[in-house]
């Protein structure tokens, strides 16, 4: 227990002094008392306790009102248990190539959105971007701890949505840098998936645009989510539905990309492969926040006045009945 005015405990010390005074003419004061027919060797008790009690029941009153006064309080303490937390943006590529069925029964957009959606679903406290980019680099979702606003934005992500054919990395990881990059979060982190090379954008080479990342002490994990040879592309035509292309993906410049940022590169040629991926950046990226405490007060002065105003009513109606003659 403590007290939020505590030095107004020092009215405590007139309270001393009034007792200390009342006890040493005790014997001097008398109230209006007549005199009974009790034997004597009651009358002394009877007219100490009559004369004295309601003095001490008021000095008592006057002591718990002090205390109220001084307002005493319990604390209670909260303590919020460490969190992880990064901030992360994932970076999609939507380009057409992303229709791919080499993640049968799924093409490679929707492995990719259905493993992203599955990597949100597992992080707390962490907030998460969406960057898309075909031949441009679009904020689909800022930063944000809204996970299901974020797997709305997702949902919505298919092949083709920038209009612009192509596939821009260097443009996607400057635009993913640019919204991340005054983040105050000890760990700053861009997930970037392609399945391509970069022929297109403002930024030609990623690696450029990685060294950026690097000056805001940005980690770039890159995955490469292609199968190696030839894939099975839908063409729409209903008299040849398929075609094969060829795997165009740069494992070259997605390492260079990853290592210049302190990051790793991955491919996935399965959707297994995939959810893997996810899962081992899932593991690695965990930022340990301290215990946050938050500390609250009751109040507890009503345990001290309602006692000392109970004391004077009772004082009052003994004085009124009891008190008003001695026996």
């Known amino acids: 227990m403590i007290f939020r005015n505590p030095y107004l405990l020092t009215l405590l010390l007139p309270v001393v002094v009034l007792f200390f005074f009342a006890r040493a003419n005790s014997e001097k004061r008398l109230f209006n008392l007549k005199i009974s027919t009790v034997p004597p060797q009651y009358r002394n008790l009877k007219l100490a306790l009559f004369e004295t009690l309601p003095f001490y029941m008021r000095l008592l009153a006057l002591i718990l009102a002090v205390f109220a006064l001084a307002r005493p309080q319990q604390i209670l303490r909260d303590e919020i248990p460490p969190t992880e937390g990064?901030?992360?943006?994932?970076?999609l590529d939507t380009s057409p190539s992303m229709v791919a069925l080499d993640f049968e029964p799924r093409n490679r957009m929707d492995?990719?959105?259905?493993?992203?959606?599955d990597f949100i679903a597992k992080r707390q406290n962490d907030r998460i971007g969406l960057v898309v980019f075909g031949g441009v680099a679009v904020l689909s979702c800022p930063l944000t701890l809204d996970y299901k606003?974020?797997?709305?934005?997702?949902?919505?992500?298919t092949m083709g949505m920038t209009r612009s054919d192509g596939t821009a990395i260097g443009d996607a990881i400057a635009t993913a840098v640019n919204h991340i990059k005054d983040s105050k979060a000890k760990s700053k982190i861009i997930i970037l998936l392609t399945d391509g090379n970069s022929n297109v954008g403002t930024i030609a080479d990623p690696v450029a645009a990685a060294k950026l990342a690097r000056q805001f002490d940005i980690k770039i994990y890159t995955i490469g989510a292609a199968k190696k040879g030839e894939s099975k592309y839908p063409t729409g035509n209903p008299y040849q539905p398929y075609a094969m292309v060829k795997d165009e993906l740069n494992e070259a410049t997605l390492m260079e990309v990853a290592k210049t940022t302190g990051g790793e590169f991955y491919r996935a040629t399965n959707f297994v492969e995939l959810q893997n991926i996810y899962a081992r950046?899932?593991?690695?990226?965990?930022?340990?926040?301290?215990?946050k405490h938050f500390v609250h007060y009751t109040d507890l002065y009503n345990y001290f006045l309602i006692p000392a105003l109970l004391l004077l009513v009772l004082?009052?109606?003994?004085?009124?009945?009891?008190?008003?003659?001695v026996p």
Not at 149 to 157: A, I, K, V, Y
């Open 86 to 91: 990064v901030d992360i943006m994932l970076t």
């Open 111 to 117: 492995a990719a959105r259905d493993t992203a959606k």
């Open 149 to 157: 606003t974020l797997t709305d934005f997702l949902n919505t992500t």
């Open 281 to 291: 950046i899932n593991e690695l990226e965990k930022t340990r926040f301290q215990a």
């Open 315 to 325: 004082v009052f109606i003994l004085e009124k009945t009891v008190f008003l003659t």
